[in-house]
């Protein structure tokens, strides 16, 4: 018999991608699987759309709440309590998928029991289902090639390397979670600065001092539209606010390393340091192209290597 898994489909407002979302879990090629159908209190006809699917043989849940939670991670959490499978796969709401999806993210958990979580590669599409780009751009700075095959890593040096630097996992749709690993950091931790970022933090907590898995292979179709976390993003705060949340969750991922303490602790902090420095730099730099430069170099009296770098800048755009 092959491993249950536990699909959780949140949604909140997202009728418009609702069926597309859907028929992508429920045509999946590996058959043992159980649907978790949540709704947070939407306004739009997505309730209406859920019940439909509410008796289909491979629903195992279909929960509609009477009051909005207030909160994705809620939910994660609700469905993560109901599921019954060895595996869990958070399959967002405006999001799609190949068929074969699935099948393709079991293949690392086959070959080696240390994995704890696989992901693939995923398509950028806008609300037509139309293909913009690809998310393999978002990594595209790192070593030639470096996402451009499968692997089998360990998590200390997947951190080290990439995920300390910046969430290199951009969706959760694109992952599969074994779920024996996801109980120990249940329920999940979310403060107000994790608003758009919180999944980068479970994937740190997730991955140190184990192994995961990732497919080259374009299997996800991670969605770009009005509502997105990424749009929301753009318009409910401002770029200052964004950086200081960011800062604020660097923070934490630090912290959580070092409970974790892997053998290349000191190797990721100095990583983590250069990635601050970075932030600090984007902020700064954001300032001065705004015409607020004594702003911008007051940030980094204190990082003089930086200020050096944007002072130069300053010069030799005030020319």
Same mark, same amino acid.
């Given at each position: 018999?092959?491993?249950?898994?536990?699909?959780?489909?949140?949604?909140?407002?997202?009728?418009?991608?609702?069926?597309?979302?859907?028929?992508?879990?429920?045509?999946?090629?590996?058959?043992?699987?159980?649907?978790?159908?949540?709704?947070?209190?939407s306004? !739009?006809?997505? $309730?209406?759309?859920?019940?439909?699917?509410?008796?289909?043989?491979?629903?195992?849940?279909?929960?509609?709440?009477?009051?909005?939670?207030?909160?994705?991670?809620?939910?994660?959490?609700?469905?993560?309590?109901?599921a019954?499978?060895?595996?869990?796969?958070?399959?967002?709401? !405006?999001?799609?998928?190949?068929?074969?999806?699935?099948?393709?993210?079991?293949?690392?958990?086959?070959?080696d029991?240390?994995?704890?979580?696989?992901?693939?590669?995923?398509?950028?599409?806008?609300?037509?289902?139309?293909?913009?780009?690809?998310?393999?751009?978002?990594?595209?700075?790192? @070593?030639?090639?470096?996402?451009?095959?499968?692997?089998?890593?360990?998590?200390?040096?997947?951190?080290?390397?990439?995920?300390?630097?910046?969430?290199?996992?951009?969706?959760?749709?694109?992952?599969?979670?074994?779920?024996?690993?996801?109980?120990?950091?249940?329920?999940?931790n979310?403060?107000?600065?994790?608003?758009?970022n919180? !999944?980068?933090?479970?994937?740190?907590?997730?991955?140190c001092?184990?192994?995961?898995?990732?497919?080259?292979?374009?299997?996800?179709?991670?969605?770009?539209?009005?509502?997105?976390?990424?749009?929301?993003?753009?318009?409910?705060?401002?770029?200052?606010?964004?950086?200081?949340?960011?800062?604020?969750?660097?923070?934490?991922?630090?912290?959580?390393i070092? @409970?974790?303490?892997?053998a290349?602790?000191?190797?990721?902090?100095?990583?983590?340091?250069?990635?601050?420095?970075?932030?600090?730099?984007?902020?700064?730099?954001?300032?001065?192209?705004?015409? $607020?430069?004594?702003?911008?170099?007051?940030?980094?009296?204190?990082?003089?290597?930086?200020?050096?770098?944007?002072?130069?800048?300053?010069?030799?755009?005030?020319?």
């Open positions: 018999m092959l491993p249950l898994i536990s699909v959780i489909v949140p949604n909140y407002n997202h009728s418009a991608f609702l069926k597309d979302r859907l028929e992508s879990v429920y045509k999946q090629s590996y058959p043992n699987i159980e649907v978790i159908l949540l709704d947070d209190r306004t !739009d006809n997505s $309730r209406e759309l859920l019940l439909k699917y509410k008796n289909n043989s491979k629903t195992s849940h279909c929960v509609l709440n009477e009051t909005n939670s207030g909160s994705t991670f809620k939910q994660w959490n609700k469905g993560i309590s109901l019954k499978g060895d595996y869990i796969w958070i399959a967002e709401s !405006d999001d799609y998928c190949d068929e074969n999806f699935l099948e393709s993210l079991m293949v690392p958990f086959i070959k029991p240390e994995v704890v979580l696989t992901y693939c590669q995923s398509y950028r599409v806008n609300s037509e289902n139309k293909i913009t780009g690809n998310w393999i751009t978002h990594t595209s700075h790192f @070593e030639q090639h470096a996402f451009g095959k499968p692997f089998i890593m360990y998590g200390n040096e997947f951190i080290e390397n990439y995920l300390i630097h910046k969430n290199v996992i951009p969706n959760v749709s694109a992952v599969l979670f074994k779920k024996e690993e996801l109980l120990k950091i249940i329920p999940l979310f403060q107000p600065y994790m608003k758009y919180a !999944d980068w933090f479970y994937y740190i907590q997730l991955t001092n184990a192994k995961l898995g990732f497919i080259a292979q374009s299997l996800n179709y991670f969605r770009y539209h009005e509502s997105s976390v990424i749009a929301k993003a753009n318009i409910e705060s401002g770029w200052l606010k964004i950086y200081k949340m960011e800062l604020q969750l660097r923070e934490a991922i630090m912290d959580s070092k @409970e974790c303490n892997p290349n602790l000191k190797n990721i902090n100095e990583q983590s340091k250069k990635g601050n420095d970075q932030l600090y730099y984007i902020m700064a730099l954001k300032f001065v192209n705004n015409g $607020r430069k004594f702003r911008g170099i007051a940030m980094l009296l204190n990082k003089p290597l930086l200020l050096k770098k944007l002072l130069s800048h300053i010069i030799s755009k005030y020319k």
